[in-house]
C-alpha cells in the first residue's frame, strides 16, 4: 500500500491577526515598509528627464522614414514603383511616378517618384515598406518626435524625407 | 489681576510684538517648505523626482502653487450654506495657527536689554489649551463637511468628527504621563523637567500612543479617512476650492507641524541635546525647528509607506488598541510617580 507521507508540504503560515502574535507580524511589516521606502530614497530616482535626456534608440528602431539617394550619382534610389504603398496596411503613402528623360534624369531606373508623401499622422511604423522596397529606397530611420502643431505639417513630402533628418535621438551603443 | 499675570517675567510690548511676528512668520513659512519636502520625498519613495520644473530644483512651485490658488475665482455650490462655508475654513487655520502661540522654542532670553521668552505665551494650563483649540479645530472640519451641501463632504465631516472623538480620547490620556512626571502643564517647565532624561525614555509607550493618534489627528495616512481621495474625493473639502481650499491645505499642514512641534516639546526636550551639550540660548530655536523637522519627516515617510486603514480597522483600533494601552500607561505612571 501506497503511503503519501512524502508528498506532505510543511506549509509555515505567519501569526494569524489578532492577538500578540498579529501585534507583533503587524508591527514587524510596517517597519519593513517603513525600511523598503527609506531604501527607494537611498536608491534613488530612475526618472529619464525626457526632453533633456533620451533613451538612446536601439539600431532596428523604426522611426521616421529616409529617402536614399546613391552616394556616387546623387541620383534618387526610389524609381517610382509603389510597392511601398502597396505593402502599406495603414495606406499612408502616396507615389506618383513619371518618366526619367536623358536631359532631366532623377532616378536611376526609367522611372521617379515624382509624388512621394507619407502621412505621418496615419503611418503605423510597422516598416513594411522597407521591406516591400526593392532597391533599399527607403528605410527606417530613429526619430520618434514627430508631433506638430497641424495635420497638414504631418504630410512628409520627398524633399523632407529625402533631407539629411536631424540627429536628435541618441543611438544605443554596442552592447548598452 | 491681569490678563498676563500668567508670565512670571515682565516683557516690553515691543518685544510681545516683535516675537509673535517672528514666530508667525518663521512657523508659516514652514509650510511651503513642507509641501515641498513632502513632494520631494514622496518621489523619491516612488523612485522618481518629484517637481524639479519650477525655479531651481523646483523649489518655487509651493510659491506658484499657492499663487494658482489665489487667483482663482471663488465658488460655492448652489445647495451650500453660505456663511458657514465661508467660515468652516477660516476655523480650521485659526485654531492650527493659535496652537502655535504655547510651542517654546527657548527659554527666557536676554534680547537687547531685556528678557524675553523665545514663545508666544507660556499658558500655565498648556495642554490644555493645545486640547481646546484640538477641539475648536474639528468644528472646521465638520461645518466645512456640512455647509458645502455635498454627499461626499459630508461624509468625510462625519468620518472626521468620529475619528477626531476617538483619538483625542487616546491622545489626550497619552499626555498624562508626561503631565504626571513633570508635574506641571507648561509646556516651558515640562521642557525643564526634561533635562537630563527625555520623556520619550521613561514615557515610551505615551510617546508611540502620541505619535500615532498624532497622525490621526492630523489626517494623514494612515488614517486619512476624513479625505479619502480614492473613495471621498477628499471628503469634506471636496465642494472647496481657490483660496478656501488653500487655507484648508494650509491648515492641514500646520497642524501637521504644531503636532510636531508639540511631541518634540513634551517627548523630546524641546530645546535641550543630549549627552550633557548645552549651546548657546541663540541656538534652540534651531534645536526645535530640527527636531519638528525630524518629526514632519516621520509623518511623510509613513505617508510614503502605508495604506490607508479600513474605517473599522480605524475604530477598533482606536477604542481597544490606542486607549486601553493610554489608560495603563496613565495609571502605571501615576503608581509609579506616587510610590516614588
Not at chain 1, 147 to 171: C, G, I, W
Not at chain 2, 107 to 119: H, P
Not at chain 2, 268 to 279: E, N, R, S, V, Y
Amino acid at each position: 500500500m501506497r503511503t503519501y507521507d512524502d508528498d506532505v508540504v510543511e506549509v509555515v503560515r505567519g501569526p494569524q491577526p489578532g492577538g500578540a502574535g498579529g501585534v507583533y507580524r503587524a508591527f514587524g511589516e510596517t517597519l519593513r515598509g517603513l525600511k523598503t521606502t527609506f531604501a527607494r530614497i537611498l536608491e534613488g530616482p530612475v526618472t529619464v528627464q525626457y526632453p533633456e535626456e533620451k533613451v538612446p534608440v536601439y539600431p532596428r528602431f523604426r522611426g521616421r522614414h529616409k529617402l536614399h539617394r546613391f552616394e556616387d550619382t546623387g541620383l534618387e534610389k526610389c524609381v517610382g514603383c509603389s510597392l511601398c504603398a502597396a505593402a502599406c496596411p495603414a495606406d499612408c503613402i502616396r507615389v506618383v511616378a513619371a518618366e526619367n528623360t536623358p536631359e532631366h534624369r532623377i532616378s536611376a531606373g526609367e522611372r521617379y517618384a515624382a509624388v512621394y508623401e507619407i502621412n505621418m499622422s496615419r503611418c503605423i511604423f510597422c516598416g513594411y515598406c522597407e521591406v516591400a522596397c526593392p532597391f533599399d529606397a527607403i528605410t527606417m530611420g530613429h526619430d520618434y518626435e514627430l508631433s506638430d502643431y497641424s495635420r497638414r505639417d504631418l504630410v512628409f513630402t520627398k524633399e523632407m524625407l529625402l533631407a539629411e533628418p536631424l540627429e536628435r535621438t541618441p543611438l544605443r551603443a554596442e552592447g548598452e | 489681576m491681569t490678563p498676563f499675570a500668567a508670565l512670571d517675567y515682565y516683557e516690553p510690548w515691543w518685544a510681545q510684538l516683535a516675537k509673535s511676528l517672528v514666530i508667525f512668520a518663521v512657523v508659516l513659512q514652514m509650510v511651503p517648505i513642507v509641501l515641498m519636502m513632502e513632494r520631494k520625498l514622496l518621489g523619491r519613495m516612488q523612485a522618481r523626482y518629484g517637481p524639479n520644473r519650477v525655479g531651481p530644483f523646483g523649489m518655487v512651485q509651493p510659491v506658484a502653487d499657492i499663487l494658482k490658488l489665489l487667483a482663482k475665482e471663488r465658488s460655492r455650490p448652489e445647495s451650500s450654506v453660505g456663511p458657514l462655508y465661508a467660515l468652516a475654513p477660516a476655523i480650521s487655520i485659526l485654531t492650527a495657527v493659535a496652537a502655535l502661540a504655547i510651542i517654546p522654542f527657548g527659554n527666557v532670553v536676554d534680547v537687547f536689554g531685556t528678557d524675553v521668552g523665545l514663545y508666544g505665551i507660556d499658558v500655565e494650563i498648556g495642554i490644555l489649551y493645545l486640547f481646546a483649540f484640538g477641539a475648536i479645530a474639528f468644528y472646521g472640519l465638520v461645518l466645512g463637511g456640512w455647509a458645502s451641501g455635498s454627499k461626499y463632504s459630508f461624509l468625510g465631516a462625519m468620518r472626521a468628527a468620529a475619528q477626531l472623538i476617538s483619538y483625542e480620547v487616546a491622545m489626550g490620556l497619552s499626555l498624562l504621563g508626561v503631565i504626571f512626571t513633570a508635574g506641571t502643564l507648561s509646556l516651558v517647565e515640562i521642557v525643564e523637567a526634561q533635562r537630563g532624561m527625555w520623556y520619550c525614555v521613561p514615557q515610551f509607550a505615551g510617546f508611540a500612543i502620541f505619535v500615532i493618534a498624532g497622525f490621526a489627528e492630523t489626517n494623514r495616512t494612515p488614517f486619512d479617512l476624513p479625505e479619502a481621495d480614492a473613495e471621498l474625493v477628499q471628503g469634506y473639502m471636496t465642494e472647496y476650492g481657490a483660496s478656501r481650499f488653500a487655507l484648508y491645505y494650509f491648515a492641514e499642514y500646520m497642524n501637521m507641524i504644531v503636532i510636531s512641534a508639540i511631541a518634540a516639546t513634551l517627548f523630546l526636550g524641546g530645546w535641550l541635546l543630549p549627552f550633557g551639550l548645552d549651546p548657546p540660548a541663540w541656538v534652540h530655536p534651531f534645536v526645535v525647528l530640527a527636531k519638528i523637522f525630524g518629526f514632519l519627516f516621520l509623518f511623510i515617510w509613513v505617508r510614503g509607506t502605508l495604506p490607508r486603514l479600513r474605517y473599522d480597522q480605524l475604530m477598533s483600533f482606536g477604542w481597544k488598541v490606542l486607549l486601553p494601552l493610554a489608560t495603563l500607561n496613565a495609571l502605571v505612571t501615576a503608581i509609579l510617580v506616587v510610590t516614588t
